[in-house]
C-alpha cells in the first residue's frame, strides 16, 4: 500500500480543444486538494499545468512548482504557489519532481508530457524509484498509446510485467485507489544473475 501525500502531474502547457481534458484537470486538482495530497508539477499558469494548479489552490491544496530558469522567460510562471523551486536544467527539474513525489499522473499534453511519463516509467523498469504512475485517460485520449504500447508486447519489446507498470483509468477516484494498492516490483530480471 502506498501512501500518497504528494503526486507529481505531468501535462500540457497549452490547454487543447477538448472541454472534457479541461473539465478533469480541475477536478483532479479539486480532488488532490480534498484529500490533502500536494500537486507537484512544471509551475506554468498556462494550459492544462494551470488549471490543475489553479483547481488545487482554489479548494485550499498546496502546490509545489519546479520549473528551469531558461523557461521562466518563456512560460507564464505561476506566482501564487505554495513553493516554487527553480532548477538550473530540465533534468534538474525532472529529478527534484521525482523526489518531492510519492507517485505521479499524467493528463493529456504534447512532446514534453510524453517525455516525461516514459522517463520516468524507464526509470520505474530500471529500479530506480518503485513509486506508482497513473495514466488518466480523459476521453479516450490515450487509446492508441496503449495500443501501441500492447503492440510492443505483442512483437516483443516489452514485457507484459512491464506493461502492468502503467496504471490506466478514465476516472480520477479510481485511478488514485491502483495507485495506493501499488505494489513495488521486483528488481528487473536482466539486472541480476538469474537473467535467463
Not at 110 to 125: C, I, K, P, Y
Amino acid at each position: 500500500m502506498k501512501e500518497l501525500k504528494s503526486i507529481c502531474v505531468f501535462c500540457g502547457s497549452s490547454e487543447g480543444n477538448d472541454v472534457a481534458i479541461i473539465e478533469a484537470a480541475t477536478q483532479l486538482g479539486k480532488t488532490l486538494a480534498e484529500k490533502e495530497i500536494t500537486l507537484v508539477y512544471g509551475a506554468a499558469k498556462i494550459g492544462i499545468m494551470g488549471t490543475v494548479a489553479k483547481a488545487t489552490l482554489d479548494h485550499s491544496g498546496k502546490v509545489i512548482g519546479i520549473i528551469p530558469e531558461f523557461l521562466k522567460l518563456k512560460e507564464v510562471v505561476h506566482l501564487g504557489l505554495s513553493e516554487i523551486i527553480t532548477t538550473q536544467n530540465m533534468h534538474d527539474r525532472k529529478m527534484i519532481m521525482q523526489e518531492k513525489s510519492d507517485g505521479f499522473i499524467t493528463l493529456p499534453g504534447g512532446m514534453g508530457t510524453f517525455e516525461e511519463l516514459f522517463e520516468t516509467l524507464t526509470w520505474l523498469q530500471l529500479g530506480l524509484h518503485s513509486k506508482p504512475i497513473g495514466l488518466l485517460n480523459v476521453n479516450g485520449f490515450y487509446d492508441d498509446l496503449i495500443s501501441m504500447l500492447e503492440k510492443m508486447v505483442a512483437k516483443g519489446f516489452l514485457s507484459l510485467d512491464n506493461f502492468n507498470l502503467l496504471l490506466v483509468d478514465s476516472d480520477i477516484d479510481v485511478l488514485l485507489k491502483k495507485m495506493h494498492n501499488f505494489k513495488d516490483p521486483k528488481k528487473p530480471k536482466w539486472l541480476n544473475s538469474e537473467r535467463t
